[in-house]
């Protein structure tokens, strides 16, 4: 569903992601971890085609999103850690407007459905402004999951969120998964990778330094035996 | 460095020039610079009164809210802290001023001059505390507040009444004055300002502009007084409330944390509601349909939800005092409403494009989210800029044909027929010089997005000021490059069907010829934007979020 073959984004003489190869297969959560500065925002961005890669393709659902944006966009969602929402429209008016950009069929029984599974009902004629930033969080999802992508990218889903809140974005991404979508999620939060993700890719310095399930990798690292998610991080990034 | 040196040589061009705009208020005579500043200041306080929206008194900061709300004082400890305080940045503002008008010349008269523009700018800054303070009371306790104010409110219906009946008056003597040159006006005003009724009534604004216009120490000596007295009796109106202010104090001071924190993260400086205001419901979107027509719609909300009653009483004063100015002796109640409707055609045209900025000069903040759309950019470039053209363009479109509706019977003007082909051409040139506009100004900001303020609020500023005054020029420039083309054949097709159906209508013909043009040209840089749009890197564009 998801695949990315040699990514490479230079910024000026700087590396921030190189030569990145891996792909994502309907049902399956792929967590991108690394430490800050490693590239995952970088990445995320370049899949979902907010910036385009120095080399390298991207493709969605079999498009690529270099010699067809349109068509590939029109297949995944980005949901950002920083919810931007437009000041002036309100939720359910980003739901409509979004809903028309993708040409979302059956838009107008999703948005009420959409607006009670992320508990925004209430707030359906609220502008951002009065929403918490967990709502405006919620917002933003609501809007990526309006056309029922194919893939679905996540950069840190759970910022801002109160712990039921956080309860049910983690069912709603597992929930999607099993729906048949490929998800890519980015966090720091490594008791969420573990807990949901089905593989896992480490990133270090623009490099990828490990990809796949847990006892995949540490077939590589028999001295990681045991170890949690959290202690094989530190040690494949030198971080410890 | 090049628009912080433009906006240097506007400063010097406009304020410290020998000769420039500013400096030659100073030819006025006494009693006219006088009147002058009694009117500016009268305006300047009912504009406050009719216009000013905030409910907090002063601007609190969100640190003062915290521990000053918080702390073992009175509710008018607080008010006479905030009052002192407000007062340096005031001083400072006058001391500026002062040095701008005087074009850096010092003197001890300059500086009493300092000292009584100060006591101005304290007179406004506690007038309009006070206003807030009265709105507040008026909005928490609805019926039971106008009791609570009823002597403020007594004495504005007073002062309301007692303006009424003296411009009654005075007004056409004023006006008649003014229709023999404008000395003759200013004498007329200033006997009324200084005998009867309309003395008292300017009492307060004379005495607060008399020590600025001093011109020795001892006219300062004397006026003084009577200013003080002014600004002790504001003082006494705004401590003297008991308004329980902290709440909307605290709603402004989040507001405004908000847009600072906006502007550090590089999202422009937006402009967040009030959590109490409600948006202004509109059909909803339809599902299916185009995504340059959501865009449009999107766009159109926004320009719905934000222009407020102000920007509509600001253009109505605007084109009242052009039309008013421009006005002969014998023009007829018809003719002035319509040269009012077409004055105000003109402003939307011609400075509506630049004044709302409900397209990717707004939008541009929000690249990243646009980027991840399935839409090329060609379809977000027309989009953008598609709602402000329809909605300028409707409104300039109504008001010329509501100014040929209220003159149709008017036996003065040319033939009806004759003026139906001048509407019919000025509707088909209005969308053109909006689109050429709109064009110019979203093609700016797209290939010198650094140079563009990107959000909703203008940058203040010298270097701010330069960047506009250079891409101004520019404007002007491509917007005569675009318009060649079409007056080419404008001319043409007016010289060819000159013969055929007449002067007037061959001008509409080649009007309606020249629009074409405008619109293919406008279709053809809608494609290039487009393509600038796609190939844009928020990383790259200095509008990038972290």
Known sequence: MLQVRGLTRLYDQLVAVEDLSFSVAPGEVLGLVGPNGAGKTTTLRSLCGVIQPTRGTVEIGGVDLGRDPVRAKGQIAFMPDEPHLFDYLTVEEHLRFTARLYKATGAEARIPALLTELELSEKASALPTELSRGMRQKLVIACGLIHDPKALVFDEPLTGLDPAGIRRMKQTIVDRARQGAAVLLSSHLLHLVEEICTRVLILQRGRMVAIGTIPEILAGRPDLQGKSLEDIFLALTGSA | ?546
């Open chain 2, 1 to 546: 460095m090049l628009a912080f040196s433009a906006g240097v040589f506007y400063l010097w061009f406009m304020f410290l020039r020998r000769g420039g705009p500013v400096s030659s208020l100073g030819l006025l005579g006494p009693d006219t610079r006088e009147t002058v500043a009694v009117l500016f200041l009268g305006v300047i306080l009912v504009l406050n009164w009719a216009l000013q929206t905030s409910e907090t008194p002063f601007p609190f900061t969100l640190a003062e809210t915290q521990f000053l709300f918080a702390a073992p004082m009175t509710r008018r400890q607080v008010l006479l802290f905030k009052i002192f305080r407000s007062q340096m940045a005031l001083v400072i503002s006058a001391v500026v001023t002062v040095f701008l008008f005087r074009r850096g010349a010092w003197s001890f008269v300059t500086l009493l001059h300092a000292v009584g523009l100060w006591l101005g700018y304290a007179v406004l800054n506690l007038n309009g505390a006070g206003m807030g303070l009265l709105r507040l009371s008026l909005a928490q306790h609805g019926v039971s507040g106008v009791r609570r104010r009823t002597g403020t409110l007594i004495v504005f219906a007073l002062l309301a009444g007692a303006l009424w009946w003296v411009g009654r008056q005075d007004i056409p003597v004023v006006t008649g004055a003014f229709n023999t040159g404008w000395r003759a006006g200013f004498t007329a005003l200033s006997q009324v300002l200084h005998s009867g009724a309309g003395a008292i009534l300017s009492w307060p604004l004379r005495a607060v502009v008399d020590p600025f216009l001093a011109t020795t120490p001892l006219e300062f000596l004397s006026a003084l007084p009577a200013a003080l007295l002014v600004f002790g009796v504001h003082v006494w109106w705004v401590v003297g409330s008991s308004i329980a202010f902290e709440e909307a104090a605290t709603d402004h001071a989040q507001r405004t944390a908000k847009r600072i924190a906006a502007l550090r993260a590089g999202r422009g400086w937006t402009e967040p509601r009030s959590s109490r205001a409600k948006p202004l419901t509109s059909a909803a979107l339809n599902p299916a349909g185009s995504a340059a027509g959501a865009i449009a719609w999107k766009n159109r909300l926004g320009i719905k939800r934000e222009f407020t009653m102000r920007s509509l009483v600001l253009v109505g004063v605007a084109t009242a005092v052009g039309v008013m100015s421009l006005r002969g002796p014998r023009t007829s109640s018809s003719e002035l409403l319509g040269a009012f409707l077409l004055f105000g055609a003109g402003m939307v045209t011609l400075l509506g494009p630049l004044a709302l900025r409900f397209d990717l000069r707004r939008d541009l903040e929000m690249l990243e989210v646009l980027k991840t759309y399935p839409v090329r950019g060609r379809t977000v470039v027309l989009g953008e800029v598609g709602a402000l053209l329809l909605v300028l363009s409707l409104a300039a479109g109504a008001l010329t044909t509501a100014a040929f509706l209220v003159t149709i019977t008017n036996d003065s003007l040319p033939a009806l027929a004759d003026r139906l082909a001048i509407l019919v051409s000025a509707l088909a040139g209005i969308p053109a010089v909006i689109a050429v506009f709109l064009l110019v100004q979203n093609t700016s900001v797209l290939l010198f997005p650094a140079w563009v303020t990107v959000g909703p609020q203008r940058a203040v500023g010298l270097e701010a000021t330069g960047q506009r005054l250079l891409l101004t020029i520019g404007s002007l420039l491509a917007l005569v490059f675009a318009l060649i083309p079409a007056a080419l054949l404008f001319g043409a097709v007016m010289w060819l069907s000159g013969d055929v159906v007449g002067g007037p209508w061959s001008v509409a013909l080649g009007a309606v010829a020249g629009a074409a043009t405008v619109g293919g040209e406008c279709w053809v840089a809608v494609q290039m934007l487009g393509g600038v749009f796609d190939r844009m890197d928020p990383s790259s564009a200095g509008i990038a979020s972290s």
